[in-house]
């Protein structure tokens, strides 16, 4: 069964910049869209993003933009998401999920597969 790793969270100071990955070991993942979520302490999981497997991306969190950056390479059959200049309130679990596709809006059921995530705290 596909099972998604997440990797490069971190303690970073706010302004400062982590980049997550998302493997799928022994699977490839071109075929899937990817999304990413977060779930900051005592709220919601919250949809950031999906990418298509030909590379197209949605945003679905007005809060990141200008500052997270999503993106696949295919061939080393992962998916990534830059995030520059950090904030205390981008704190959360990260996870990222494969699904058929991409819809306009994240609905969690959409996705099939998740990752365990991996912890982002940002703080001085």
């Known amino acids: 069964q596909l099972q998604l790793v997440e990797s490069g969270g971190g303690l970073v100071h706010p302004g400062g910049s982590l980049r997550l990955s998302c493997a799928a070991p022994?699977?490839?993942?071109?075929?899937?869209?990817i999304g990413w979520f977060r779930q900051a302490p005592g709220k919601e999981r919250e949809g950031i993003f999906c990418?298509?497997?030909?590379?197209?991306?949605?945003n679905y969190a007005d809060s990141v933009k200008g500052r997270f950056i999503l993106f696949r390479d295919n061939a080393k059959n992962m998916a990534f998401l830059q995030m520059n200049n950090l904030k205390p309130e981008d704190t959360g679990v990260y996870y990222c999920?494969?699904?058929?596709?991409?819809?306009?809006?994240?609905?969690?059921?959409?996705?099939?597969?998740w990752g365990r995530g991996t912890q982002v705290t940002v703080s001085s």
């Open positions: 999920a494969a699904a058929k596709g991409c819809n306009y809006y994240p609905y969690s059921t959409d996705f099939n597969y």
């Open positions: 022994g699977f490839a993942l071109d075929s899937y869209a």
């Open positions: 990418i298509t497997s030909a590379g197209g991306s949605i």
